[in-house]
Structures are given as C-alpha cells and as structure tokens.
Antibody
Framework: QVELVESGGGVVQPGRSLRLSCVAS????????MHWVRQAPGRGLEWVAV????????DYVESVKGRFTISRDNFKNTLYLQMNSLRAEDTAVYFC??????????WGLGTLVTVSS | DIEMTQFPSSVSASVGDRVTITCRAS??????LGWYQQKPGKAPKLLIY???SLQSGVPSRFSGSGSGTHFTLTINSLQPEDFATYYC?????????FGGGTKVEIK
C-alpha cells in the first residue's frame, strides 16, 4: 500500500525543539523529492521545506530558515523535520508529501504540533 | 516569492450546479499549476496538474484551464462529495506557494 505516515507531533513550549518523522511505504522512496507542508488551525496550506531524492538540495520557506532542518534516510524510507526554536506561529498540522513535477501527489495524514507555554 | 490569489474565498452552490474557481499568479508560471481538494480533517488530494491535466482517478466533472497568470478550476454538475475546500498551488519555483483556498458550501 502506497502511503506516508507522519509521527512526532505534540505539545511543546516556545523555544524548544521537536523532530517529526515520515515513513514511506509502497513506492521507491529514493526516487522522489519530498516536502513538508503545514496548515495552521483553520488556515490555508503553507509549504515548509523540500529535499531532493538524493538529499543533495534542500530549501525552506523564509520563516523557518535557520530553525528547521529537513533530512532523509533512504535506507529507512524515512523523512525528517528537525524543528528548533519553536514559536507559537509554528503551531500547525504538518504533512509530509511526495513530489511529482513540483506538485504533491501523495500526502500523509499529518501530525499536529502545538507550541504553547 | 510568487503570490497566488484565489477567489472567491467561498461559494454556496447546489448539487448539479457548475462552480468556477479562479487563481491568479503574481508572475508568469506557464502551466506549472495544480489544484487540490481538501475535506475537513483530511489531507489535500491532487486533482489537476499542469494546469489542465486530470490526475488519475479524479472524476471528469473536474477540469482546469489557463496559463501564465490566470487559471480556473471548474466543477461541472456538483456532487455531494465535492463540498470541500479547494486550493491552487504554483509549481514554477521555490518557495512553492498556495492560494488562500475556496470553500464550496451547500446552498
């Protein structure tokens, strides 16, 4: 079954860190660029980060540059998002998504990150 | 960054109606545009890629058109399962950006 399953969300205080994971199955993970997309409660979609299939290129939305790091382990079929110095405005459901021609053709169910004191 | 402006933000329609949603890009993005459907509590689902190509498994009542800076998503003969929020997304360049969304509600 082709799917993405995120984990690692939770409630965290401002300034703390959290690492999200996304396990892929049912397709050749190492062939695809992967992304994180987030959605704040009641709001629209916001692209967060990308990593190419071989990990050679990474990019981020401006608001998370220097705080978030995307990475992947193609042997474990797993995508990661290390989130440091978290802020209240980072509160959102975080989706991992598979890229096809700069669009997202497969999404996980998402994991909720709540940044609150 | 390329700004995507989507309108209307919401539309009320009845089953069987035709609904058209518009998306405008702040720069020419050629046909690098996709449309997604999202239902409450669910992940988005890709409907249209390349501005006008139907993703596999998507009903033919959905269609997309446009290029450059002006794009539309049309839903012909709206069905009960089509009540959802729709987003456009430009795939021309990073940062990838989405429109603000259009909520299709039951009249």
């Amino acid at each position: 079954q082709v799917e993405l399953v995120e984990s690692g969300g939770g409630v965290v205080q401002p300034g703390r860190s959290l690492r999200l994971s996304c396990v892929a199955s049912g397709f050749t993970f190492s062939h695809y660029g992967m992304h994180w997309v987030r959605q704040a409660p009641g709001r629209g979609l916001e692209w967060v980060a990308v990593i190419w299939n071989d990990g050679s290129y990474k990019d981020y939305v401006e608001s998370v540059k220097g705080r978030f790091t995307i990475s992947r382990d193609n042997f474990k079929n797993t995508l990661y998002l290390q989130m440091n110095s978290l802020r209240a405005e980072d509160t959102a459901v975080y989706f991992c998504a598979r890229e096809e021609a700069m669009l997202f053709d497969l999404w996980g169910l998402g994991t909720l990150v709540t940044v609150s004191s | 960054d390329i700004e995507m402006t989507q309108f209307p933000s919401s539309v009320s329609a009845s089953v069987g109606d035709r609904v058209t949603i518009t998306c405008r890009a702040s720069l020419d993005i050629s046909s690098w545009l996709g449309w997604y459907q999202q239902k409450p509590g669910k992940a988005p689902k890709l409907l249209i890629y390349g501005s006008s190509s139907l993703q596999s498994g998507v009903p033919s009542r959905f269609s997309g058109s446009g290029s450059g800076t002006h794009f539309t998503l049309t839903i012909n003969s709206l069905q009960p399962e089509d009540f959802a929020t729709y987003y456009c997304q430009q795939g021309n360049s990073f940062s990838l950006t989405f429109g603000g969304g259009t909520k299709v509600e039951i009249k």
